[in-house]
Each structure stands twice: as C-alpha cells, then as structure tokens.
C-alpha cells in the first residue's frame, strides 16, 4: 500500500535465500504491517473532532466505539499492506523496486525482499490480522448507537474490498488504485461518525473526501518512483500508462482538484466560508510538493511531503469541527 503502491507472473528465479533473523519478531510484523504509517489511521480523529461538539454526543459508548474502530482498522490496514507485499514479492515488483538501482528505498520495510520473514509466514499474519479486523467490526456495530443501514453495509464492504486491493481479485492491478485510496479514506471518516451520529453532514463528507486525498497523494508519488516495477508486473497506475509528462499533469490536476474541492465547499456554504482560510496552509504545502517532485525532479522527497501535507490538514480539519460548532 504505502511502498510498493500495489496478474501475477512468475516468482523471482531460483529459491529465496534463508530468512535472515537479524530483528525482533514484533518489528518485523510491524515493518510487514507497515504500522508506523499511521497516516491511514487519522480519519477517526476528524470523525471524533465532528462528534465532541454535539451535545450528549460523546459517551463512554461512543468513546468505546471509536476506540475498537480504531484498532479494527489498524489491524484491516496491516492485512491489506502484508497482502501486498506478498504480491509484490511473488510477481518480482518489490524486489525490482528495492533493489540495488533503488538506494534511497529501505530494504528492510519490505521483510520478504530482506530474508526477514517467509511467504507462509507474511499469510499466517494477514489472516490473523484480517480474522480480529472482522472481530472488532463486529464489536463496533454492537456498540454503536446509531445504526444506519448504510454503516452496517459499509463496515462489511470495507472489510473485504481492502483485502483484495492487491491480494484475491487484485483491484490495484486492474487500474482502480488511485480511486480506491480515495474511497478508503471516505470511509475511515464517514463509518464512525455515522455509527455515532446516524448521520453525516455535508461538511463531514467533504472532510471525508479530502481525507482521502492524503494517501492518494502520497500513493501517486511512490508509482511514479515505482514506475518501472509496476509496468514490468503489468500493474495499471497512471504512472505506468502514460508519459513523464500525461502523470505531472495528472498528479497537478489532482493536487488542483483538492484545493477546488475546499473552495468550492467554502463558496457553496457546504463548509464555513473560512474553511478555505484555514486549509490554506496545507494548500500552499501541496503546491510545494509539485514543484519539488516536477520542477526540482526529487520524487522521493517529494512523497515525504505528501505525508507532512496530510498531517497538517488532519490538524486543521480537527480544528475546524469544534470550531464550526463554536460559531455556528
């Protein structure tokens, strides 16, 4: 997810060497796991900033239910990036793109490519983790007070959509990554406050959608560093598909569409009319990003800003919630 960024054809000729048992078991699971993105896991403080507001809103059954969200999530998130990593490691994709033309890229984030962790091994972790994700969802939904159809559906298709993102039917490999980094985002937003609230505002969505935005935006970055990997596996990013050029205008009419999507909220009275005020920060670190990726060509540091501009939207966002109660 975070580093390969996601048909499988042959393995990597000849066996894989020994694992070698340099680190502890726990972080090497963490590192398969990638949990020290924890990026993917912001959405549920946006949705809680949206919560803590409402009057009687925020109980010890609704804390409890973040609070397993929260770590179901976690858990889903770890399945989905092991998963990938055995994909990536099967089809040769990671091996090529943390290989020895690849310096900058740490090898030891991909366990399988280090010798650190075996194939069985990775699998044996994906599905316990996905088996307690399923677990928690459940627990979640029992807690919930408000329980729409639509989060109750929504739990079930998140659940088994992020497992086959590129394990199982493989979506990132039939052109749906960039979308669906979006749409996990969304829901990582929208599922607990709707189970809160049995709702969810205009404002939550749009907050939602630009949550999404974050992976998306560090996602693109790491195909275009990725690029060569990818087209060997025949995996459909835009960077694979088109030009150095077709993805630099790809990637800037995305980085334009969120500032748009901000605007527009503002403008249409969906969000505060300060609301694109606020963001302006994180706007302007999105413009920087660009220009360090296309303009200074540096796409690796140009990915770690991607990770700084959701960071600090996150912030502004959860600032704006209460905010927006405070004045309405």
């Known amino acids: 997810m975070t580093d390969s960024t996601l048909t499988t054809t042959t393995a990597p000729a000849g066996p894989p060497a020994p694992p070698a048992r340099t680190d502890g078991r726990l972080r090497t699971y963490a590192r398969l796991g990638k949990l020290d993105v924890y990026d993917y896991y912001l959405g549920t403080f946006?949705?809680?900033?949206?919560?803590?507001?409402?009057?009687?809103?925020?109980?010890?059954?609704?804390?409890?239910?973040?609070?397993?969200?929260?770590?179901?999530?976690?858990?889903?998130?770890?399945?989905?990036?092991?998963?990938?990593?055995?994909?990536?490691?099967?089809?040769?994709s990671d091996i090529t793109n943390y290989g020895p033309d690849?310096?900058?890229?740490?090898?030891?984030?991909?366990?399988?490519?280090?010798?650190?962790?075996?194939?069985?091994?990775?699998?044996?972790?994906?599905?316990?983790?996905?088996?307690?994700?399923?677990?928690?969802f459940a627990v979640?939904?029992?807690?919930?007070?408000?329980?729409?159809?639509?989060?109750?559906?929504?739990?079930?298709?998140?659940?088994?959509?992020?497992?086959?993102?590129?394990?199982?039917?493989?979506?990132?490999?039939?052109?749906?990554?960039?979308?669906?980094?979006?749409?996990?985002?969304?829901?990582?937003?929208?599922?607990?406050?709707?189970m809160a609230t049995g709702r969810a505002t205009g404002f939550l969505l749009v907050q939602a959608v630009l949550f999404g935005f974050g992976p998306l935006m560090f996602g693109v970055y790491s195909n275009t560093n990725?690029?060569?990997?990818?087209?060997?596996?025949?995996?459909?990013?835009?960077?694979?598909l088109v030009s150095e050029r077709g993805n630099a205008r790809f990637i800037g009419a995305l980085s334009l569409a969120e500032f748009?999507?901000?605007?527009?909220?503002?403008?249409?009275?969906?969000?505060p009319r300060w609301?694109?005020?606020?963001?302006?920060p994180a706007s302007l670190l999105r413009l920087r990003q660009y220009l360090l990726g296309f303009r200074s060509g540096d796409i690796m540091r140009a990915r770690r800003t991607g990770f700084a501009v959701h960071r600090?939207?996150?912030v502004l966002m959860c600032v704006a919630n209460p905010l927006a109660a405070a004045l309405a």
């Not at 809680?48 to 858990?75: E, I, K, N």
């Open 46 to 92: 946006i949705a809680l900033s949206a919560v803590v507001p409402l009057a009687d809103a925020l109980t010890g059954r609704t804390a409890a239910l973040f609070g397993v969200f929260l770590v179901g999530q976690v858990l889903l998130l770890m399945a989905m990036t092991a998963f990938d990593d055995v994909t990536g490691f099967r089809d040769g």
């Open 102 to 136: 690849h310096p900058l890229r740490n090898v030891r984030r991909k366990p399988l490519v280090a010798g650190t962790l075996t194939v069985p091994e990775a699998l044996r972790f994906a599905w316990t983790c996905a088996v307690l994700a399923a677990a928690l």
């Open 140 to 194: 979640t939904a029992l807690l919930a007070p408000h329980r729409p159809a639509w989060t109750a559906i929504g739990l079930v298709v998140l659940w088994a959509v992020t497992l086959q993102y590129s394990y199982g039917v493989k979506l990132s490999y039939h052109g749906f990554q960039e979308v669906y980094l979006v749409a996990l985002g969304f829901a990582l937003v929208v599922l607990p406050y709707g």
């Open 226 to 240: 990725d690029v060569d990997g990818d087209r060997a596996v025949g995996r459909p990013t835009v960077a694979a």
């Open 260 to 271: 748009l999507t901000i605007a527009a909220a503002s403008a249409t009275g969906i969000a």
């Open 275 to 280: 609301f694109v005020l606020l963001m302006l």
């Open 312 to 314: 600090l939207g996150v």
